[in-house]
């Protein structure tokens, strides 16, 4: 599957799942790695995250599930900066509530979906195959929904913008490149964490919900960038290219 991401930020981590087939990815290195060494920790239930060589993930949304790579404990904390993630979603037609969702995390459990506690998501978004976009900044609370809703048959790509260079962090989210607002009736489009709300995160993850109705929508281009205007942005991306090059060595 051909990348499509934001022009002016650089690739971390990157999946466009294009191997031939497998029956799922937990353990499966992603297509590009310049963070560290790990790989997709992944239920291997039937049909909940399989490659059928289309180029694409291919994701039964009759199972709560839930895939991640870790970033390592407090990622953000660390490495204060400017990321995005983005991910494409296609649901085949209008199949009811269940959905296909993806974001934030600071744990894993790969038999939950994104609203119980053990993966302590946020912020994350979930795409009911009905067309609706909910978004949430932690787990099962506050969420927004979005004036549109989507068409089956489309692919519609999502990308979270984190901002975690301030003491409260914020977040924007855009929708085929256009920004939505996360805000409501206030200010501005961004949602921003409360004082000292900020979330513990550790890794990014797509998942499933099954909430009425069920069938099989697909994924692509699961990408995990920093945007390097900052200063320290750019410093990162230079240390992420010498873990690469050690690797290599």
Known sequence: AAFAGSSHAAILIQDNFNDATAPHINGRAPSV??????????????????????????????????????????????????????????????????????????????LQNLTDDGNAAGPWLFYRASGQVNVRPNGATGTVTLGTDYTGGTPVTFRFVLNTLATQWSYDLYVNDVIQDLNGGSAGTSRTYASGANPALSHIVIGTGSSGGTGISTGDNFTFSVVPEPSHALMLVASAGMFALRRRR
């Open 33 to 110: 790695n310049l963070v560290n060494s790990n790989s997709w920790v992944a239920s291997e239930a039937v049909d909940a995250a399989v490659l059928n060589g289309s180029g694409q993930l291919v994701m039964g949304t009759n199972f709560n599930r839930t895939a991640g790579i870790s970033l390592g404990a407090n990622y953000f904390t660390t490495n204060p900066g400017i990321y995005e993630l983005s991910y494409t979603v296609t649901h085949p037609e209008a199949y009811g509530n269940s959905w296909v969702g993806f974001g934030f995390t600071g744990g894993l459990n790969t």
